[in-house]
């Protein structure tokens, strides 16, 4: 088993030897043993945990680069019809501590019929997706739901 000795985005690509396909969820992780596509066993083993995001490279103990892939999972696009709809869209889905991710002048949440019925009736237009879901990082807000912090960079 291979050791996981820093997580890093820019690398060539062409030398990655195995890749693991992991959930949001599943890519928020402080102390884990994962399985690559090929069989690499890699241990991730930090002091905090880290927020994995999809196309990290996890760089091991033998400096060979294990690739994080997100997979797919059952996402909404919500697009409001202005700048102002989509801020009071916004607030809304962050009033719930809805994890989202921005993709251009879209936000993407995990399909909820109860989230899809509320932003309907606040006039978003919804487009359902198969898709890597990579939420932005929460941010603390007053009260505690665990450790937020990320561990690494993704500038």
Do not use: C
């Not at 599943?26 to 102390?31: E, F, L, M, Y």
């Not at 237009?125 to 912090?149: I, M």
């Amino acid at each position: 088993m291979h050791r996981v000795l820093s997580i890093v985005t820019d690398y060539d690509r062409a030398s990655v030897s195995d890749r693991v396909v992991l959930d949001a969820d599943d890519r928020h992780r402080r102390r884990i043993v994962l399985t690559g596509e090929k069989g690499t066993q890699v241990l991730i083993d930090f002091p905090k945990p880290v927020a994995l995001r999809d196309g990290d490279g996890l760089v091991l103990d033998d400096g060979s680069i294990v690739e994080i892939a997100g997979a797919e999972e059952q996402l909404v696009e919500i697009e409001a019809p202005n700048a102002f709809e989509a801020v009071r869209l916004a607030w809304h889905l962050g009033n719930r501590h809805t994890d989202v991710q921005i993709v251009g002048h879209k936000v993407r949440i995990r399909r909820d019929h109860v989230l899809e019925d509320m932003l309907r009736g606040l006039g978003a237009h919804l487009t359902p997706l198969q898709a890597a879901f990579d939420p932005e990082p929460a941010s603390p807000h007053g009260h505690e739901h665990g450790d937020h912090h990320h561990g690494h960079d993704h500038g």
